[in-house]
Antibody, heavy 116, light 112 residues
Framework: QVTLKESGPGILQPSQTLSLTCTFS??????????VGWIRQPSGKGLEWLAN???????YYNPSLKNRLTISKDTSNNQAFLKITNVDTADTATYYC????????WGQGVMVTVSS | DVLMTQTPVSLPVSLGGQVSISCRSS???????????LHWYLQKPGQSPQLLIY???NRFSGVPDRFSGSGSGTDFTLKISRVEPEDLGVYYC?????????FGSGTKLEIK
C-alpha cells in the first residue's frame, strides 16, 4: 500500500524559508523510475506544480518560482523535502507531495500560511 | 510554458446524466517517446486530487467505466456518463509531457 504524508511548519513569516517533508511508504526512491513531486494549491484556487525529484537524483523545478526552490531526498528514510526561500503571502497554500508516475498517489496535503 | 485551457468552468448536471469536459493545450502533448502525457483528476471537497485517467484514455485502478478519456495532440475530452453523487467536485487536466508541468484551471461539476 502506497501512502504519502506531508509535514511543515503551519505558519511562518515573510522572508523566511519554508521547509516541507514528504514521508512515504510502499515504494522506494532507490527504485529505477521512481520519483516524488510537489504541488501546491492556494485556498479555493487551482493546482500548481512545483518540483520533481527522481530515483537518480535528477531534479526539475518550476521556473516561475525563480530559483527559490530546492528539492532533495533521503532514500534511507523514505522522505523527500522541499525548501522555498524568501516566502511571502503568495506562498500561502496547501502543499501536496505525490508519486510522479502519473501522480497516481497523493498525500493529504499540509496547509502553510505566510503571515506577519 | 504549455497553457492548458479547460472548459467549462462550471458544469451543472442531473444525476444519471452525461457530461463532457474539454482540455486544450497550447502545443502538442505528444512526447518524443511517442506517448501523450495528459491525465485527468477529480478533487472532491476537502480531499486531495485523485487520478482518474492517465495518458489520455487509461482508467486508473478502481475507476468506474463511466469515466472515459479521449483525444490527441492538443485536444482532449473527459466524458462522464450516468453521473453519481460521488462524482461531484472539481476536475483537472494535467500535462506532464513538457516541463514545467501544467494543470488546467479546473471544472466544477455540480448538481443542477
Amino acid at each position: 500500500q502506497v501512502t504519502l504524508k506531508e509535514s511543515g511548519p503551519g505558519i511562518l513569516q515573510p522572508s523566511q524559508t519554508l521547509s516541507l517533508t514528504c514521508t512515504f511508504s510502499g515504494f522506494s526512491l532507490s527504485t529505477y523510475g521512481m520519483g516524488v513531486g510537489w504541488i501546491r494549491q492556494p485556498s479555493g484556487k487551482g493546482l500548481e506544480w512545483l518540483a520533481n525529484i527522481w530515483w537518480d537524483d535528477d531534479k526539475y523545478y518550476n521556473p516561475s518560482l525563480k530559483n527559490r526552490l530546492t528539492i532533495s531526498k533521503d532514500t534511507s528514510n523514505n522522505q523527500a523535502f522541499l525548501k522555498i526561500t524568501n516566502v511571502d503571502t503568495a506562498d500561502t497554500a496547501t502543499y501536496y507531495c505525490a508519486r510522479i508516475d502519473y501522480y497516481r498517489y497523493w498525500g493529504q496535503g499540509v496547509m502553510v500560511t505566510v503571515s506577519s | 510554458d504549455v497553457l492548458m485551457t479547460q472548459t467549462p468552468v462550471s458544469l451543472p448536471v442531473s444525476l444519471g446524466g452525461q457530461v463532457s469536459i474539454s482540455c486544450r493545450s497550447s502545443q502538442s502533448l505528444v512526447h518524443s517517446d511517442g506517448n501523450t502525457y495528459l491525465h485527468w483528476y477529480l478533487q472532491k471537497p476537502g480531499q486531495s486530487p485523485q487520478l482518474l485517467i492517465y495518458r489520455v484514455s487509461n482508467r486508473f485502478s478502481g475507476v468506474p467505466d463511466r469515466f472515459s478519456g479521449s483525444g490527441s495532440g492538443t485536444d482532449f475530452t473527459l466524458k462522464i456518463s450516468r453521473v453519481e453523487p460521488e462524482d461531484l467536485g472539481v476536475y483537472y487536466c494535467l500535462q506532464s509531457t513538457h516541463f514545467p508541468l501544467t494543470f488546467g484551471s479546473g471544472t466544477k461539476l455540480e448538481i443542477k
